[in-house]
């Protein structure tokens, strides 16, 4: 079984743990518009459907949050390194 650490979700998925969880690109790979600075970072709660970027209106992925609570600048670095 993998734990829930090292899963990665999708937008529709059912969340298996409460918790937040953060950005982990987009479903077709595309890497040119980044969401909203707020939709980074989602407070997710068990049963729940994981949710797409509204702001740009793509199914993603999302991840536990490594950085769960960090400042701006921290979670800012962070998403940029996955392009």
Known sequence: MIAIAERRFKSGDVCPEQGPYEFDGYLDGSSDLLPALEEMEILARMGQAFPTIRSQRRPCYWT???????????MTAHAYSWL
Not at 64 to 74: D, I, Q, R, W
């Open 64 to 74: 536990p949050a490594v950085f769960a609570g960090a400042s701006t600048k921290e």
